[in-house]
C-alpha cells in the first residue's frame, strides 16, 4: 500500500514523442492520448521505464541495489514489487501559437479540477476560486498578460474575448504564481513568462488545440545505392510540442521483500531487511532524480527531453512548519 505522494513536474524542452503504435488514421504514428478525453498523455509504464533508465545511468553502479528496491528487478520480476508507483502524466500547460507574445500556456477547467485533486491527494494543498471558463473566451491567469490586443487575444488562426482575470490561489499565491515558482528558476525569462500568459479556455476550446495544434512531422527513408527516397518509408509523427508541461505523482510504499528477506524474517523475527515506512524510499526518488531525462521515441535526433521537478509539501511560513 502507498503511503506518500508527490507530484512531478515534466517539463517538454524538445517535442515528445510518447507512441501509441500504428493508427488507421491520418497520422501513421499518434502520440499517447486518454480514451475520454483524447488530451495527450504518456502512459504509467513508459515514464517508469524512462525514470529507471536515467536512475541506472546516474546511480546504478553505486546504488544498484536501492534501484531494484525501487522499481522492482529486471530479471526475475516475480521475486518481489517495486516500492515506487506512478500515476500516468497528465497534460497541464500546452502551448499555443499567439499573435502577440509569441505563444501561451493554455488550461481549461476540467485539467484544473484534476490537478488541484491531484495537489490535495499528494501534498494536502489545493486551488482556491472559481474555476471557469465559457467558449470563445480567454481567461488570463494574470493581470499583467502580453497576450492581449484590447480586448482580445488571437491564439493560430482564433480571435478570443479577453476575459476579466480569474482570481485562483494556492494557498497564498495566485496560481499562475505558484506555477512559475515550481516550474521554473525565480527571475528567469521562463519564469516571468509564466506568471502572465497563462490563460483559462474552456474545456471545448482546449480539446481542439490539444487535438489539432500538436507537431505532425513527415520522415522519409534514403535509400544508400541509390540517393533517392525508398519506395514505401514516407510516414508521419506526431509529437507534443517543446514547452508543453505534464505532471504525474509518484507514489511510494515500504520496500517489498523478496524470498531470502521472507526466509530471514521467518527465522529470527529481530532481523528484517525491510524498511517500514516509504520515506527512504522517497527520499531515494527525490535525491537521485536527474534534472533531465529522456522519454519516447527518437532520442538519437534530440527527441523526449523532459526536464524534471518534484513538488514537495506546503510549509507555511505563519507556522514555521
Same mark, same amino acid.
Given at each position: 500500500?502507498?503511503?506518500?505522494?508527490?507530484?512531478?513536474?515534466?517539463?517538454?524542452?524538445?517535442?515528445?514523442?510518447? /507512441?501509441? /503504435?500504428?493508427?488507421? /488514421?491520418?497520422?501513421?504514428?499518434?502520440?499517447?492520448?486518454?480514451?475520454?478525453?483524447?488530451?495527450?498523455?504518456?502512459?504509467?509504464?513508459?515514464?517508469?521505464?524512462?525514470?529507471?533508465?536515467?536512475?541506472?545511468?546516474?546511480?546504478?553502479?553505486?546504488?544498484?541495489? @536501492?534501484?531494484?528496491?525501487?522499481?522492482?528487478?529486471?530479471?526475475?520480476?516475480?521475486?518481489?514489487?517495486?516500492?515506487?508507483?506512478?500515476?500516468?502524466?497528465?497534460?497541464?500547460?500546452?502551448?499555443?501559437?499567439?499573435?502577440?507574445?509569441?505563444?501561451?500556456?493554455?488550461?481549461?477547467?476540467?485539467?484544473?479540477?484534476?490537478?488541484? &485533486?491531484?495537489?490535495?491527494?499528494?501534498? *494536502?494543498?489545493?486551488?482556491?476560486?472559481?474555476?471557469?471558463?465559457?467558449?470563445?473566451?480567454?481567461?488570463?491567469?494574470?493581470?499583467?498578460?502580453?497576450?492581449?490586443?484590447?480586448?482580445?487575444? +488571437?491564439?493560430?488562426?482564433?480571435?478570443?474575448?479577453?476575459?476579466?482575470?480569474?482570481?485562483?490561489?494556492?494557498?497564498?499565491?495566485?496560481?499562475? @504564481?505558484?506555477?512559475?515558482?515550481?516550474?521554473?528558476?525565480?527571475?528567469?525569462?521562463?519564469?516571468?513568462?509564466?506568471?502572465?500568459?497563462?490563460?483559462?479556455?474552456?474545456?471545448?476550446?482546449?480539446?481542439?488545440?490539444?487535438?489539432?495544434?500538436?507537431?505532425?512531422?513527415?520522415?522519409?527513408?534514403? @535509400?544508400?545505392?541509390?540517393?533517392?527516397?525508398?519506395?514505401?518509408?514516407?510516414?508521419?509523427? &506526431?509529437?507534443?510540442?517543446? &514547452?508543453?508541461?505534464?505532471?504525474?505523482?509518484?507514489?511510494?510504499?515500504? &520496500?517489498?521483500?523478496?524470498?531470502?528477506?521472507?526466509?530471514? $524474517?521467518?527465522?529470527?523475527?529481530?532481523?528484517?531487511?525491510?524498511? *517500514?515506512?516509504? @520515506?527512504?524510499?522517497?527520499?531515494?526518488?527525490?535525491?537521485?532524480?536527474?534534472? +533531465?531525462?529522456?522519454?519516447?521515441?527518437?532520442?538519437?535526433?534530440?527527441?523526449?527531453?523532459?526536464?524534471? $521537478?518534484? +513538488?514537495?509539501?506546503?510549509?507555511?511560513?505563519?507556522?514555521?512548519?
Amino acid at each position: 500500500m502507498f503511503q506518500l505522494a508527490r507530484p512531478l513536474f515534466l517539463t517538454c524542452e524538445t517535442p515528445l514523442h510518447a /507512441g501509441s /503504435g500504428d493508427s488507421l /488514421g491520418i497520422v501513421d504514428l499518434p502520440i499517447q492520448r486518454e480514451r475520454h478525453t483524447s488530451f495527450p498523455k504518456i502512459e504509467a509504464s513508459s515514464l517508469k521505464g524512462a525514470l529507471r533508465e536515467a536512475f541506472e545511468e546516474k546511480v546504478g553502479k553505486t546504488q544498484k541495489n @536501492d534501484i531494484i528496491k525501487a522499481f522492482g528487478p529486471e530479471e526475475n520480476g516475480d521475486e518481489h514489487a517495486g516500492a515506487l508507483g506512478f500515476t500516468d502524466a497528465r497534460l497541464l500547460l500546452f502551448p499555443v501559437k499567439s499573435m502577440k507574445g509569441v505563444f501561451a500556456w493554455i488550461i481549461c477547467p476540467k485539467v484544473l479540477r484534476q490537478f488541484s &485533486e491531484a495537489l490535495k491527494l499528494s501534498v *494536502e494543498i489545493e486551488i482556491n476560486g472559481i474555476i471557469s471558463a465559457s467558449d470563445n473566451q480567454a481567461v488570463p491567469l494574470s493581470d499583467e498578460t502580453n497576450l492581449a490586443f484590447g480586448k482580445h487575444i +488571437v491564439l493560430e488562426e482564433y480571435t478570443f474575448n479577453k476575459a476579466i482575470k480569474v482570481d485562483l490561489k494556492i494557498g497564498s499565491k495566485s496560481l499562475a @504564481d505558484w506555477l512559475a515558482d515550481n516550474l521554473f528558476v525565480s527571475g528567469s525569462f521562463w519564469h516571468e513568462k509564466a506568471k502572465k500568459d497563462i490563460l483559462l479556455l474552456s474545456d471545448n476550446d482546449f480539446k481542439d488545440f490539444v487535438n489539432l495544434s500538436t507537431e505532425v512531422i513527415t520522415r522519409i527513408k534514403i @535509400d544508400n545505392e541509390t540517393g533517392t527516397v525508398q519506395s514505401g518509408a514516407l510516414f508521419t509523427e &506526431e509529437y507534443l510540442p517543446a &514547452e508543453c508541461v505534464l505532471y504525474s505523482l509518484v507514489l511510494a510504499s515500504p &520496500e517489498f521483500l523478496n524470498s531470502a528477506d521472507i526466509k530471514v $524474517k521467518i527465522e529470527n523475527s529481530d532481523k528484517t531487511k525491510r524498511h *517500514e515506512k516509504a @520515506d527512504p524510499i522517497m527520499k531515494f526518488f527525490i535525491d537521485g532524480l536527474p534534472p +533531465v531525462v529522456q522519454l519516447g521515441g527518437n532520442a538519437t535526433l534530440g527527441k523526449g527531453l523532459l526536464r524534471t $521537478k518534484i +513538488v514537495l509539501p506546503y510549509k507555511n511560513p505563519e507556522n514555521n512548519g
